[in-house]
Structures are given as structure tokens and as C-alpha cells.
């Protein structure tokens, strides 16, 4: 939990062993990457993402597969404690479903395909520019800044765009008009959905 009050604890635990992990923005993005590629067999992808998240070639050498499941789950819990628009991770770096009754929601964000609307967003309302802040802008500050992005800036409006339920709307010039707005900015394998009938 983000508290002001409160360093941020960039340390996990190991058989009594702490290993610092490096939680800048890109640093915490290039591995969740890395647990996503699906080229890469499913231990290689782990092994990859200690070693970015460790900044350590050579620490799964120290670490058996136990323990590095293990570092692998503490540090995905760490990357999860301020999700981005409450999206959290699972331990192979894509968004953890949401159950459909209690939230209708798709994945609202990609880090790849949205990456200049968050650049812009983050110029135009913080006068942050995320290419410099490479390797300096911890990733609990990038997650409190994106989700606190004001609704004048076009990334705000494109989550707010990606979020809204067409069943929820009754003007039909309206609903026609979301509809093709969410299949503008729609992300890929994502449906537009109303009264059970899919769009896009």
C-alpha cells in the first residue's frame, strides 16, 4: 500500500537472504515482458524476469526452482500493491482475469500500445517525461501518477472510453457514437459487448 509516511521497501526475503529489486517503471515493464513471451518455455521466461527485476545475470544459478518461484511470487506481489487501474498481475506477466459478475471490465491499459498516450498524458498534467525518468521513477509512483490521470488528457479518456458498459447506455446516437469510439481504441482480443451480443 502506497503510504507517505513509509520508505519504499524495495527488498525481498529468501531463506533469511535479502535481494534488492529494482522497481523503476521500464525496469518492472521490460520483465513483465519477459514473463510473457511465449517464445521462451515457461521456466526461462521465469528465470529472465529475476534476472531484470534482480538486475543479477547469474542469480538463478544461486537459486534453486523452489525458491525461484518463490522470489517470483514476492516480486509479482510487490509489482501488485499498487496495480495499475486496480489490474493486477499473474506470475506470467499478463492482467489476472476479473469475474465477469463482479466486474465487467476488459484490460484497460497496454503498456505497448498505449505507450504514447501515457508519454503525452504524463507531460501534459505531471511535466514528467517518462524517457527520461527511465531507470529513476519507481514504479509505485508511475502507478499512483497513471491512475490519477486527470480527464482532460486523451489516455483518461481512452480508459474511460475502454471501461463503459454499452448496456448502460439508452440514447441510441449515444451508444452508437461509444460504440465506435471503444472499436477505435479497443485493444487486441478485447470485446465490445451489449445485451450478450459481441462487437469488434
Known amino acids: 500500500m502506497f503510504k507517505l509516511n513509509d520508505l519504499l ?5 529468501i531463506d533469511n537472504k535479502d535481494y534488492h529489486v529494482h522497481m523503476a517503471f521500464d525496469n518492472v515493464m521490460d520483465a513483465l515482458d519477459a514473463l510473457s513471451d511465449l517464445e521462451m518455455n515457461q521456466i526461462t521466461r521465469m528465470e529472465s524476469f529475476i534476472e531484470i527485476m534482480l538486475q543479477d545475470d547469474d542469480i538463478c544459478d544461486e537459486l534453486d526452482f523452489e525458491n525461484q518461484g518463490e522470489i517470483t511470487q514476492l516480486i509479482i506481489e510487490k509489482i501488485n500493491t499498487e496495480p495499475i487501474e486496480s489490474q493486477p498481475f499473474d506470475v506470467d506477466g499478463e492482467p489476472m482475469p476479473k469475474a465477469r459478475a463482479e466486474n465487467n471490465e476488459d484490460n484497460v491499459i497496454s503498456f505497448d500500445i498505449d505507450a504514447k498516450y501515457i508519454y503525452a498524458a504524463f507531460m501534459q498534467s505531471y511535466h514528467l517525461d517518462l524517457i527520461e525518468q527511465q531507470g529513476k521513477l519507481h514504479w509505485t ?21 475502454r471501461k463503459t458498459d454499452l448496456s448502460d447506455i439508452k440514447d441510441k446516437k449515444e451508444k452508437s457514437r461509444m460504440k465506435k469510439l471503444k472499436r477505435q481504441f479497443a485493444l487486441p482480443d478485447s470485446q465490445l459487448e451489449e445485451g450478450g451480443e459481441n462487437y469488434g
Open 141 to 161: 509512483k508511475f502507478s499512483a501518477l497513471l491512475n490519477a490521470l486527470p480527464d482532460d488528457t486523451l489516455m483518461r479518456q481512452i480508459i474511460d472510453i
Open 9 to 13: 521497501d524495495d527488498n525481498v526475503q
